[in-house]
C-alpha cells in the first residue's frame, strides 16, 4: 500500500495513492477527500460471501462483533488517484503488516487495508465475550498479505512479550495484538473495581506484541458528559 500520514500529531489523515484497477477497502464515512477518478462502492461487510448468505454473514458481524454492517471499496479508474481518510477520533493511525505474522484487532479500530488483506471472526472465550470490550464474541483476525492501517486514540505503545511474564492492560486500552499470544480478560481489583476506578482488564501471555492507545476513548466520552446539560 503507498501512502502517507500527515504531519498532525494530534489528528493525522492518511493518503493513500493508487494506480488505475487498484482497491483498497476504508472504513465507511472515513473519506476525506480524493484527487483523481475513484469509485466507492459500498457493500455488505461479508468477506466476499453473497446473497442471501453474505446478508447473514455482514449481520452475524454486525450483531457479534459491533463491527459495521457494510464496507467500502475505494477504486481508482486513473494512474496517480489519491484518497484521504480519517478516523472518527482523534489520535494515530499506523500501518500493521500482516505478510510475516496475523493480528487480532479490538472493535473500531480498522481503518483500511489493501485488496489482499482479509479477516475472519475468531470466536473468544465466553468471559471476553461476558466482560470484554474486544468484539463482543467475535473478535477480528487478519489473514492474506498486505498492510492493514490502524486508528487509536490518542498516542500509540507497543508493548514486546517474551514469554517470561504477563502484561496487563485495560481493556478499553487494547488496539491490536499478535494472534499467537493467549489472553483472559478479567476484573481487574474489587467488584469490577469499584474501589480502584479499573474495570476489566485483559491479560495476556506469550510471545508477540500488543498496541495500545494513550487514552480510553469511554472514559472521554463520559467525562464530556459531565458538561453536558442533563434536560
Keep these: 500500500m503507498n501512502y502517507e500520514l500527515s504531519d498532525s500529531t494530534f489528528a493525522p489523515i492518511a493518503k493513500i495513492y493508487l494506480q488505475q484497477g487498484e482497491k483498497i477497502q476504508i472504513e465507511p464515512g472515513a473519506m476525506v477527500y480524493e484527487l483523481g477518478k475513484i469509485e466507492l462502492e459500498g457493500h455488505l461487510n461479508s468477506n466476499g460471501k453473497t446473497g442471501f448468505g453474505g446478508a447473514l454473514s455482514a449481520l452475524g458481524r454486525s450483531v457479534t462483533s459491533g463491527e459495521k454492517f457494510f464496507i467500502s471499496t475505494a477504486t481508482a479508474h486513473t494512474n496517480g488517484s489519491m484518497i484521504a481518510i480519517a478516523p472518527a477520533a482523534p489520535g494515530k493511525?499506523?500501518?500493521?503488516?500482516?505478510?510475516?505474522?496475523?493480528?487480532?484487532?479490538?472493535?473500531?479500530?480498522?481503518?483500511?487495508?489493501?485488496?489482499?488483506?482479509?479477516?475472519?471472526?475468531?470466536?473468544?472465550?465466553?468471559?471476553?465475550?461476558?466482560?470484554?470490550?474486544?468484539?463482543?464474541?467475535?473478535?477480528?483476525?487478519?489473514?492474506?498479505?498486505?498492510e492493514i492501517l490502524v486508528s487509536a486514540f490518542g498516542d500509540i505503545e507497543r508493548i514486546e512479550l517474551d514469554g517470561s511474564q504477563p502484561v496487563i492492560i485495560d481493556n478499553q486500552h487494547v488496539i491490536a495484538w499478535s494472534s499467537s499470544l493467549d489472553y483472559q480478560i478479567k476484573v481487574a481489583s474489587g467488584t469490577f473495581g469499584f474501589k480502584t476506578g479499573e474495570g476489566v482488564v485483559n491479560e495476556f501471555h506469550g510471545r508477540g506484541s500488543v498496541y495500545i492507545q494513550t487514552r480510553n476513548l469511554a472514559s472521554f466520552a463520559d467525562h464530556i458528559g459531565t458538561f453536558l446539560p442533563k434536560s
Excluded at 479500530?109 to 463482543?136: C, D, N, P, W
Aim: charged content about 20%; aromatic content about 10%; overall charge negative.
Design 93 to 146: 493511525i499506523f500501518a500493521l503488516d500482516i505478510s510475516d505474522e496475523n493480528w487480532r484487532l479490538n472493535t473500531e479500530s480498522f481503518l483500511a487495508s489493501e485488496e489482499q488483506v482479509t479477516y475472519q471472526m475468531k470466536r473468544q472465550k465466553l468471559s471476553g465475550a461476558l466482560l470484554g470490550g474486544t468484539g463482543g464474541l467475535f473478535v477480528m483476525e487478519t489473514a492474506g498479505t498486505g
